[in-house]
């Protein structure tokens, strides 16, 4: 996963709060990034369809199993 200058930025920040002072830092969790930019979906099954796509390609590359 790349991190950026703005992820370093936004990891400090959120350090600083109650909910980061209270974190466990030690532990990295995965993050899903979900971009409904490429276009317009025609309906909600194509919508539905195209979530459950994302979202089973995150849990493999993850070595989760899909469900």
Do not use: Q
């Not at 370093?8 to 030690?26: A, F, P, R």
């Amino acid at each position: 996963m790349a991190r950026g200058k703005s992820s370093k930025v936004k990891g400090y920040i959120l350090k600083e709060t109650d909910l980061g002072k209270n974190w466990d830092w030690s532990i990295e969790y995965p993050v899903i990034d979900i971009s409904f930019g490429g276009g317009v979906f025609e309906s909600r099954e194509i919508l539905d369809k195209t979530i459950h796509s994302i979202l089973n390609g995150n849990a493999l590359s993850n070595g989760i199993e899909p469900t």
